[in-house]
């Protein structure tokens, strides 16, 4: 896991619109990165909207936030669309950038083992600097924990 006081590297993942988005054209602003298992489930669903709820606030706090995932353009489009979610939805089919912040990993459902995301949150500075870690998420009212900590 990337950890507090470490300069996160440059990635470039896609949008739900295909568009290429880069780490580095945020520099300047707090960056608020989640990585999520997969659109439209529960779980996922109430933490998307709990930053929803709040975007603005985190906005007006000098943040902007990226939800990453697993799944393609297509079902992030949907999700995007079916909640108005009004930040960035990137999508990390090959997991890659999950596994260098350290949120790819062994989970347990139902007595069996499988690998993938593990809910995580990461608030980089305005250097790319990792200022905050939050390793395992409760969806329910993460946003406002969130924005409590980029209000300090």
Aim: aromatic share 12%.
């Amino acid at each position: 896991m990337v950890e507090i006081g470490q300069k996160v590297a440059d990635f470039r993942l896609k949008d739900e619109e295909g568009k290429e988005i880069s780490l580095y054209n945020f520099k300047g602003k707090k960056v608020v990165i989640y990585f999520y298992p997969k659109d439209n489930t529960p779980g996922c669903t109430k933490e998307a909207c709990s930053f929803r709820d709040v975007y603005d606030d985190i906005v007006d706090a000098g943040a902007v936030v990226m939800g990453i995932s697993p799944d393609g353009q297509t079902p992030h489009k949907k999700f995007k669309e079916k909640f108005n979610l009004p930040f960035y939805l990137l999508c990390d089919e090959d997991h890659s950038i999950a596994e260098s912040f350290g949120a790819w990993g062994e989970k347990k459902m139902y007595g069996k083992s499988y690998m993938g995301i593990i809910r995580s949150t990461f608030i980089l500075d305005e250097n790319m600097t990792v200022l905050k870690t939050y390793p395992k998420v409760l969806p329910e009212g993460h946003g406002e924990e969130i924005l409590n900590a980029l209000r300090g």
